[in-house]
């Protein structure tokens, strides 16, 4: 039976078509999001998430891609959602210590709360990119493929992201000295 057929069984409710579907893409869509979240049970997790995406959006799949295609584009987006939940567990010290951003580098709770606020209005695509580089410690090849950009736009946008964070942690603090007037 063709990929196609079995979504289209799937998109009417057949839970076996499913398990065929599953069958025959669970190893490779497993070790596909390993490779992104380097974290067994997190990929065990993915996985299952990413056929209960499939159970619940069978219906929309338009065939304008390979089904193939479609279900690493979902273990994609179900991943990166996993990598920004992480991002909300920030280790807020690790950047803050990496980069030297205080002067006297006794870091207390208002530091962290300061740089927090700050990573909080900083773009999606700098918060995950200093994420990825600082907390994953990921090598700036490895968040290229996650991001599925070329290499330099890593290097790039790693660069941007830091000069923002400091930009805005002086924001922060300029607000916080007119607020204190």
């Known amino acids: 039976m063709r990929d196609e057929e079995l979504l289209d069984q799937i998109a009417r409710g ?8 599953m069958d025959l893409y669970k190893n490779r869509l497993f070790f596909y999001i390993y490779g992104l979240l380097e974290n067994y049970e997190d990929a065990q997790e993915a996985l299952i998430e990413t ?3 499939v159970w619940r959006s069978a ?6 891609s390979k089904v193939s295609t479609w279900l690493f584009g979902i273990a994609r987006n179900v991943s990166r959602n996993m990598l920004r939940r992480r991002m909300r567990e920030i280790k807020t010290v690790e950047i803050m210590e990496h980069d030297a951003i205080f002067e006297d ?3 207390d ?3 962290v709360e300061l740089v927090k606020k700050a990573l909080d209005r900083l773009s999606v695509a700098h ?12 090598p700036y090849e490895e968040i290229a493929k996650i991001l599925g950009i070329p290499l330099g736009t890593v290097k790039t946008r790693v660069f941007y992201a830091k000069k923002r964070l400091l930009e805005v942690i002086k924001e922060l603090k300029d607000e916080e000295l007119k607020e204190s007037f």
């Open 14 to 21: 057949d839970e076996k078509a499913l398990k065929k579907l």
């Open 51 to 53: 056929f209960y995406q």
């Open 59 to 64: 219906k929309n799949f338009k065939g304008s």
């Open 105 to 107: 580098q006794s870091i």
């Open 109 to 111: 709770s208002e530091s």
């Open 127 to 138: 918060r995950e990119v200093l994420h990825l580089a600082f907390y994953e410690e990921l």
